[in-house]
């Protein structure tokens, strides 16, 4: 169980150091229904707020487990159709909306208009585990290869993964990364970023300092 049986540093380190890689699951349909039914019993409405349908089959299993409860509380199934910190964003929204005192309703139609304007964004050295994964074609990655490119994966508006631009060359990725992000953001409307790492604190604080100088209304 992630951050129960094994901690992120642990995979991370099994990811880099052991022949036989771990590999990542969606929870089971019966650890969805016990924690959904310990929290309707002490919540009248709970938002469950979901990795992307088409890229995981845990918002299916999280309705599937949502019908099995028992208890009073009725709990929401959402569809972020985003990944990692994108996901993560409209969480916070939520928490927000909660702590400011609004309805079920009111929060849900929040989270829909939020989910509109959320995207996820992510580059990495190799794309050895994405095509593993099976989250980018083999050809991509070698086209990448040969002509030293730098691919982004981007969430789409239905909620895939694919890669639609590249960055030319290796060296200084993380600035043309960050001139890429500013160019495609309106920079008189204020947003959020949130930057989210694999091992690499040093090339997030990098990031983060070229965000600043590109986005300092961010």
């Not at 030293?148 to 994966?153: E, F, S, V, W």
Request: charged share 25%; net charge positive.
């Amino acid at each position: 169980l992630d951050k129960v049986s094994i901690t992120p540093k642990e995979f991370f380190e099994e990811l880099k150091d052991n022949p036989t890689h771990p590999t990542t699951s969606q929870p089971s349909i019966g650890d969805l229904r016990r924690q959904y039914q310990y929290l309707a019993s002490h919540f009248t409405n709970v938002i469950s707020i979901n990795i992307s349908n088409k890229i995981s089959g845990t918002y299916d299993a999280a309705k599937l487990a949502s019908k099995k409860i028992t208890a009073s509380g009725k709990i929401h199934i959402f569809n972020s159709l985003n990944a990692s910190l994108g996901q993560g964003q409209i969480t916070v929204v939520a928490a927000q909306c909660a702590k400011a005192g609004m309805d079920i309703q009111e929060t849900l139609n929040t989270l829909k208009e939020i989910r509109t304007h959320t995207k996820t964004y992510g580059i990495t050295p190799s794309l050895k585990y994405a095509v593993r994964g099976g989250r980018v074609k083999n050809s991509i990655k070698v086209i990448a290869e040969i002509m030293r490119l730098t691919p982004i994966i981007q969430t789409t508006p239905d909620g895939n993964i694919k890669t639609k631009h590249f960055l030319f060359g290796k060296k200084d990725v993380l600035r043309k990364f960050s001139k890429f992000i500013s160019k495609r953001h309106n920079k008189d409307k204020k947003f959020t970023i949130s930057i989210g790492h694999a091992c690499a604190l040093d090339k997030a604080e990098l990031l983060k300092s070229y965000f600043m100088l590109d986005l300092p209304e961010a």
